[in-house]
């Protein structure tokens, strides 16, 4: 889509870009910002890459939608050490003149106009005639799978298709950041997993920087190329979804992250390569140390574990290579996809299991296993 003669005049008057940033179409350090006596983001920095898929993740309260407020320029941040865009110094910066756009979970659509009208709104806005502003809604529109919908009304639209012309009125500007607060949230659970996969392919087709607003540990996990998990405005975690599902650095990034059985233990040893042997009220069992712990021999930790990751077994012998914690059944819910059990420890300790094949799950059993590499070892 080509850029308005007034779009490339403001590129041209913009300051300065900063230099060595070529990498990075966003950076900011030491973000702090303040609700009266309430700090929403409590000395925060982070930088996003051109063309990366980031998802913000946390729970409500945890500094995330503030974050993307501060970003788009709807909050001027209380204090910043820095905060560029695409290389251009945006603390001073009005939201309509910062080069990216929001989608929100409302859409904001206009209800009195067509989708085409709806789309072109904000090319208008920039200068851009009238036959070329059509001509790049119909691009956008075919790109989100509404080519034909055009003269519709906002009203006579699913849900999904409310969606994606908001998706469209974003993108047709060519923003250097695309920012998306929990735009899935409205959606049925069917819809929601389809305009993920539409989401991913929308992103690699434009190259375009998406930054994404959720508290869906599934929707970060399915459409990121990175995630950061926000606490109480601070970041608790940052790395790739293989990262925050499988080596959580915390407790908190660990349960809510779905590790279900979080188990006191002492360390016994650690070797070079960041494995632990840990006791678990007289059992022994191996895990992976988390990232940045600085576990010693004796420290008191935690033994984590998913519960699709145990196995119930009937113990007849010893089973080798791999963690053994003894235990007895106890309630056991469907949960129509999956089964969860519940397991009790000889102290009581409660154990949660599931299980993707009821018949995999035995009536009786009187311990679980699991594999010493699905299995991370905390700091307490």
């Known amino acids: 889509m080509g850029m308005s003669a007034d779009v490339r005049q403001d590129a041209r008057e913009a300051p300065e870009r900063a230099k060595g940033q070529d990498d990075y179409i966003l950076r900011a350090v030491d973000l702090v910002h303040q609700y009266g006596p309430v700090t929403a983001l409590d000395h925060v920095s982070l930088d996003v890459r051109r063309g990366e ?47 990216c756009t929001t989608v929100f979970q409302s859409y904001a659509l206009f209800p009195h106009m067509s989708v085409e009208e709806n789309v072109c709104y904000g090319l208008k806005l920039r200068g851009v005639g009238k036959d070329e502003a059509k ?15 055009d003269t519709r009304r906002i009203g006579q639209l699913s849900g999904g298709e409310r969606q994606r012309v908001a998706l469209a009125r974003a993108i047709v500007t060519r923003p250097a950041v695309l920012l998306l607060d929990e735009p899935l949230g409205a959606l049925d659970e069917k819809l929601r997993y389809d305009m993920q996969a539409e989401l991913v392919d929308i992103h690699r087709a434009l190259g375009m920087t998406f930054i994404y607003i959720t508290h869906s540990q599934e929707e970060a996990l399915t459409m990121s190329d990175r995630i950061i998990l926000m606490r109480r405005g601070r970041i608790e975690q940052c790395g790739t979804p293989e990262d925050l599902f499988d080596r959580p650095s915390s407790r908190f990034a660990a349960e809510f992250m779905g ?31 988390a990232s940045g712990s600085h576990l010693r021999q004796g420290d008191t930790a935690l033994f984590a574990v998913r519960a699709e990751r145990l196995t119930p077994i009937t113990r007849t012998g010893p089973v080798s290579g791999s963690n053994v914690i003894a235990c007895a059944p106890a309630e056991h819910v469907y949960r129509g996809k999956y089964t969860d059990q519940t ?28 594999r010493g590499q699905d299995c991370v070892i905390l700091p307490h």
């Open 135 to 149: 001509r790049q809604a119909k691009d956008a529109l075919s790109m989100v799978r509404l080519a034909g919908k």
């Open 259 to 289: 590790f279900d059985n979080v188990l006191p233990c002492t360390v016994q040893a650690i070797t070079e390569g960041g494995e632990a042997t840990v006791d678990f009220n007289g059992a022994t069992l191996r895990g992976v140390c």
């Open 53 to 99: 898929f980031l998802t913000i993740l946390g729970e409500s309260g945890s500094g995330k939608t503030t974050m993307l407020r501060v970003i788009s320029g709807l909050e001027k941040v209380s204090h910043a050490a820095q905060l560029t865009l695409d290389g251009v110094d945006v603390r001073d910066v009005p939201a309509a003149k910062r080069n």
């Open 343 to 370: 397991a009790l420890t000889p102290d009581s300790a409660r154990l949660k299991i599931r299980s993707w094949d009821q018949s995999a799950t035995p009536g009786e059993f009187d311990a679980v296993t699991c």
